[in-house]
């Protein structure tokens, strides 16, 4: 049977929710024009005022926001209530390395908790489960989002944070956890690793796993549900809207509700800018409507997917994103961590070497693999394996300081990466997602 967390929310009237969305997002339009000057100037830019956002039809006169903005008014610029309203911030990192911070009130936590508990109860958890959060815990959203959430449902919550795998599973047989949180590409991780001590999915208690943070293929649900013996539900969220629990899966596994009480959602064309129609692929653009400390409105999340409001067998009303099926931007989800290639020529160059690098990333045994070939310049050429190490060693440190990832470095000879003549490639992305 299916439950729900809220509702009388969760399955609401088209027309409730398009009047939830209405009041909310004319209040707060007010709220961010009286209270954030940095949107306040793009509205009169773009000759707008309050009084001409009446009714959630008025969307899209509203200019976006986009990472730039946000990196142009760090730290402080888009809050939306004083600072010593904030009790907490979560923050994600930028392609020069400089974070985005996203600041919460108490409301806000409370708010983002809830959609980790719709998305928690989606999946079937109830106050008699056991609930095993391995996402990391800390800047990152993952583990405090669903850790909240899993207090919310009454969970017995195992905050154990990611890593430590054989911890990791002695935890989940000792403690018959019974919901597993982490992401996809670790939750298969750790399938190999039962599989490896000769578990079978009968002799593993796990009966359902709530993963996202990056992209992931129906192949890899069935495979993570086929080891685990679980059904895996997808939870899609970006810290500049909270985190985790934007969206999530139901029963049907065909796509994640959004909680559009909270969030509206729109795809717009990426060139144009221009509202598409549910079933058309695009950006997806989120205009948060109760968030107090930081009220994005219109926010480009540079995700391309396709939105569809058929009505949806588990009851839920509110409206279905598709998996993300890429990004507009050049960034990269490594083991859950954002990456920019930006990030890394900054430390090529920062120590001495010229843009002239290759980014190959795979999925080895299920866990992504970063390797980075560097060509050496004419003057740093050497047939010394010593001298090539250290250097080698240095990259590794300077990348694990700027990305918080350990990548494998090969220094290769000057002139052996094939230039461009047009725009360089330089990632290639092996991985089958
Ligand atoms: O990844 C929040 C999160 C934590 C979501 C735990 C789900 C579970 P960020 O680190 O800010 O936040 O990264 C956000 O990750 O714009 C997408 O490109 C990608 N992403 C998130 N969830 C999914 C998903 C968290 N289910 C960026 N499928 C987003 C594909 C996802 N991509």
């Known amino acids: 049977m299916e439950r729900y967390f809220q509702p009388e929310i969760e399955t609401a009237s ?23 000057p940095y949107y306040r100037r793009k509205m009169e830019a773009a000759g707008l005022s309050p009084d001409d956002i009446k009714s959630s039809d008025d969307l899209s006169k509203l200019p ?7 990196r142009e008014a760090y730290p402080y610029g888009l809050l939306g209530v004083e600072l010593k309203d904030c009790v907490r911030i979560h923050s994600t990192s930028g392609t020069t390395g400089k974070r985005v911070v996203a600041f919460y009130t108490q409301a806000d936590i409370d708010l983002w908790e809830d ?7 989606a999946a079937g958890a109830t106050k008699d489960d056991v609930c095993q959060v391995s996402y990391g815990f800390g800047l990152f959203t993952g583990g405090a989002g669903l850790n909240g959430g899993s207090h919310k449902v009454g969970c017995l919550t195992v905050p154990i944070s990611s890593g430590n795998t054989e911890r990791q599973i002695m935890f989940i047989r000792d403690l018959n956890a019974t919901v597993l949180c982490c992401t996809p590409s670790y939750a298969a991780y750790l399938g190999e690793s039962m599989k490896e001590m000769g578990l ?7 009966k359902a796993g709530i993963f996202g943070a990056e992209a992931w293929s129906e192949e890899m649900r069935r495979s993570i549900e086929e080891t685990l013996g679980i059904k895996a539900f997808d939870i899609y969220g970006l810290t500049e809207l909270s985190g985790p629990g934007v969206a999530f899966e139901c029963s049907q596994q065909s796509g994640m509700h959004i909680n559009e009480d909270h969030f509206i959602a729109e795809v717009i064309d990426p060139d144009t800018g221009e509202p598409l129609p549910d079933g058309e692929q695009g950006e997806l653009v989120f205009t948060a409507i109760d968030k107090q400390a930081f009220p994005l409105l219109r926010y480009r999340t540079r995700d391309i997917c396709v939105l569809s409001h058929e009505k949806c067998a588990c009851g839920r009303t509110h409206v279905k994103m598709s998996k993300p099926r890429g990004r507009t931007d050049d960034m990269l989800i490594i083991r859950g961590v954002n990456v920019f290639p930006s990030q890394i020529e900054t430390v090529l160059l920062n120590q001495g070497y010229a843009a002239n690098y290759q980014i190959i990333v795979d ?3 299920n866990t992504d693999t970063l390797d980075i070939q560097v060509e050496m310049t004419p003057e740093m050429f050497t047939d010394s394996m010593g001298e090539i190490s250290d250097r080698q060693k240095k990259l590794v440190e300077g990348l694990r300081a700027m990305l918080g990832l350990t990548a494998k470095v090969t220094l290769v000879a000057p002139k052996s990466i094939v230039r461009s003549e047009g725009k360089a490639v330089r990632v290639i992305d092996n991985r089958k997602i």
């Open 115 to 121: 959609c980790c508990a719709r998305a928690l109860t």
């Open 200 to 206: 079978t999915p009968d002799q593993i208690p796990l």
């Open 14 to 36: 088209r027309e409730q929710i398009r009047a939830w969305q209405d009041e909310k997002l004319v209040k707060q339009v007010r709220h961010v024009w009286e209270h954030v």
């Open 363 to 365: 999925r080895v045994r």
């Open 64 to 70: 976006f926001l986009s990472k730039a903005d946000l």
